[in-house]
């Protein structure tokens, strides 16, 4: 593990903060999962947009500007020189006295993490992941704003530790309505009828990368893909589905709830688009030196 902090690239076992980071005391602050596929940052620009809007949504003022964050991201990847790897960029609101005001706060502070990932096993990546539905639900927009990448991930790490605890992979998070909204840290995609669909970020859903890029593979591969919200149910009735993420990859589901998706194995679409997404995301990263 290499990490770029206060204007250098450290060993993972050397990088610091203080313990009056607000990062670290009230969670204040951002982050953005990215991965290196065929040595270029995936998708870097989008994932550039996404991290200045939340920061812009934190009234977080990056230092030296966006700019300025994508060139760390940049020689982050250049340093760590790895065909394959994950970013992990954080913005946090800083240094300051105990007391949860954010002004003062005088500097943010950006840190960029880079090393290997592997959030399920390549077994489970090849057969696919077992879910149980979570007993917590994802926090609504009102209360936080699933399109903000936040530091506030508890509720996801609670889920994913209750799905651990019944012997899963990984959690099914719905919302107060009872809708899906997502995974601990993934999109969810179900296929029935041919057809791809989604929840919408206003059921929970983070506005996932990955699930953008499959959106757009799935609309060139002739699919309708639609943004709608769904029920465990439309997992039960699938024929098909699977997760998306930066850090899951693009991974088939074989279970909710003890019972089987489809005919439990890796289906015809998910195993299309997985492979239009192996193929296209090299050409849809930015090369650094
Ligand atoms: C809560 C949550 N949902 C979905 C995703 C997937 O989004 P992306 O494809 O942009 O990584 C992530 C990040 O990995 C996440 O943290």
Redesign the pocket.
Known sequence: MRVWIDGHIVDGSEARIPVTDHGLLYGDGIF????IYGRRVFRLE??MA?FAVAAKALALELPGGIRATRQIVLDTASDFAADEAYIRLIATRGDGPLGIDPTTCPEPRLLCIIDRIAVYSEEKQRVGVDLVTSSLRRPSPDVLD?RV?SLN?LN?ALAKLEAKQHGADDALLLNAAGMIA??????VFVVRDGDVLTPPSTDG?????????LMGLATAHGFRVLEKSLGRFDLFAADEAFL?????GVVPIRSLDARTIGDGSPGPVYQKLRAAFIEAAPSMGVAFE
């Open positions: 953005e999962g990215m991965r989008d994932h996404r699933p990448k991930y996801n997502e995974a601990a840290v993934a999109n859903a983070l506005e996932g990368i990955t699930r953008a890029t998306t993420g930066s850090g899951a």
